[in-house]
Each structure stands twice: as structure tokens, then as C-alpha cells.
């Protein structure tokens, strides 16, 4: 008869309480996560209870300040824990992460991003992608939200997830 293993540490439920990670070179309660809308006050009023390691990802997203792709998130959590996590931990953790409105899939750039906005699952986020130099910029519309819904009400269609992506130019480079 083989003995029960205990659950993993890094997938247990965690309260979300600011904590020092500064040994780690990070620190969950002190980063600062201006232009991402992840707070675990935010993440506790959907019901959603982070474990370490969805936490540590949700972290990282924010942190990176833009998009990330799973196997440099694989870099990034490798170089905050000293452990290389396998792939499809950080695959399930940025799956939990997108389908509980903390972190979008930018699917023209196979690649994730932190929320910058805090709205609602059923709301449309909106990117604007510069094909110069890469930028991605998270946006929100009153009108685009009511005439999607309008739209997909019209077709009786029931939506899952609202990503639009626009690729264009930034105001920056279009003045270069």
C-alpha cells in the first residue's frame, strides 16, 4: 500500500496578507504594481484565493510591465525561487489567472499580461499593440462594452472572453 503524499507547499491556499520576501530579491506586500490592477483585496472580493505559486506569477506579470510569454515566466520565477518550475505549472497558474480576470492571453503575441484596468471578466479588454517597438497598452470603452454585448445579444451568443487586440502605431513612434 503506497502512503498518501502530502500536497505541494507552493498549491495550498494562502491568505493575502503583505509579507517580507526581500531574501527572495521580491517583496509581495512592497512591489510596486502601478498599471496593474492585481491586489489581493481585488483577487479576495472575486473569491479567488491565490496559492504561492499563482501569486508569484500574477507578481512577476505585474512586475514585467508588459507581456510575458510562459517560458520566460519559467526564467522569471526560476530566478526569484532558485528552482526551475516545470512548464505546465506556470501553463495552470496563468489558466487559473486568465479565466479569473487577473492576467490576460494576448494571443497574436502567445504571451500574458497582468490586468491594468480591474474591470469585470464581461467586459472587453482592449490592446493596442505597436508593431514598431512592441509596446501594449491596455484600454477599457463604455461604447465597445455596450456594443459588444448588443452584438453578441443580437447572435445569441453567450461570451467566455472579450480580448480585441489593435496593431498599429503608438503615438511615440508615430512621430519618429
Not at 490592477?37 to 479567488?48: F, L, W
Not at 490576460?104 to 474591470?119: I, P, Q
Amino acid at each position: 500500500m503506497v502512503a498518501a503524499r502530502p500536497k505541494p507547499a507552493y498549491n495550498r491556499p494562502v491568505k493575502h496578507e503583505p509579507h517580507d520576501h526581500s531574501h527572495h530579491g521580491h517583496s509581495h506586500g512592497e512591489r510596486d504594481h502601478s498599471g496593474c490592477a492585481h491586489d489581493p483585496a481585488r483577487a479576495q472580493g472575486k473569491g479567488v484565493e491565490l496559492t504561492p505559486a499563482r501569486r508569484l506569477v500574477l507578481d512577476e506579470l505585474c512586475a514585467a510591465g508588459g507581456p510575458v510569454g510562459a517560458y520566460e515566466m519559467i526564467d522569471r520565477v526560476a530566478k526569484v525561487t532558485g528552482k526551475r518550475p516545470a512548464p505546465i505549472q506556470i501553463y495552470r497558474a496563468l489558466d487559473f489567472l486568465v479565466e479569473n480576470g487577473l492576467v490576460h492571453r494576448l494571443a497574436s503575441r502567445n504571451a500574458f499580461m497582468a490586468c491594468g484596468h480591474g474591470h469585470d471578466a464581461h467586459e472587453p479588454a482592449i490592446f493596442l499593440i505597436c508593431d514598431e517597438c512592441g509596446s501594449v497598452t491596455e484600454a477599457t470603452s463604455q461604447d465597445a462594452t455596450q456594443n459588444l454585448t448588443a452584438l453578441a445579444a443580437r447572435s445569441g451568443f453567450t461570451t467566455r472572453a472579450q480580448v480585441i487586440e489593435l496593431a498599429g502605431h503608438c503615438a511615440r513612434c508615430r512621430k519618429t
